[in-house]
């Protein structure tokens, strides 16, 4: 069952400072080099959609059309085709790309909104913002509030 006796003298609350910042450091180098992995393979992707293609199938079309003759312009010609042809995913491919989202522009300010307001009840509840300050005073009301648990437990 999952509740707070399972990782109890487990986490982040027995631990030093130090061993946090050693912590948090290999979490940040973890996350750069992610995020670069991430980046190249973008930018390969990038470059293999933007080259040219010779095909006898897309090549007419598409420089009737007065499009690049490459993999993208054909890639996205294909999904097009497959959206006329009846086919409801590639037709939500295109839309969704083309700027025409499924979503509503209603269902997304309410999400904004609701992300806003969970920032802000954190801020009220801290009385800062991320800061060193502020997480050392959230962690010191999570422990108040497991520590009232505990009480009220064993009352």
């Known amino acids: 069952m999952a509740n707070y006796e399972n990782i109890k003298d487990k986490g982040f609350d027995h631990r030093t400072t130090d061993e946090l910042r050693i912590i948090t450091s290999k979490g940040g180098k973890a996350s750069g080099k992610a995020r670069r992995r991430k980046a190249d393979f973008r930018k390969k992707l990038n470059m293999l959609l933007t080259a040219e293609i010779d095909s006898e199938e897309w090549k007419p079309v598409l420089e009737a059309l007065g499009v690049e003759c490459t993999l993208e312009s054909a890639l996205l010609m294909a999904q097009i085709k497959e959206a006329l042809a009846g086919d ?25 909104a609701d992300t ?34 505990v009480k009220q437990e064993t009352e």
Not at 107 to 112: A, S, T
Not at 130 to 149: C, F, G, V
């Open 88 to 112: 409801t995913k590639a037709a939500t491919f295109v839309a969704k790309y083309s700027g025409q989202s499924s979503e509503s522009d209603e269902n997304r300010l309410n999400r904004e």
């Open 116 to 149: 806003e307001l969970k920032k802000a009840r954190k801020q009220a509840v801290t009385g800062e913002n991320e800061t060193e300050e502020a997480l050392d005073k959230l962690d010191q009301i999570l422990k108040e509030m497991r520590d009232n648990a």
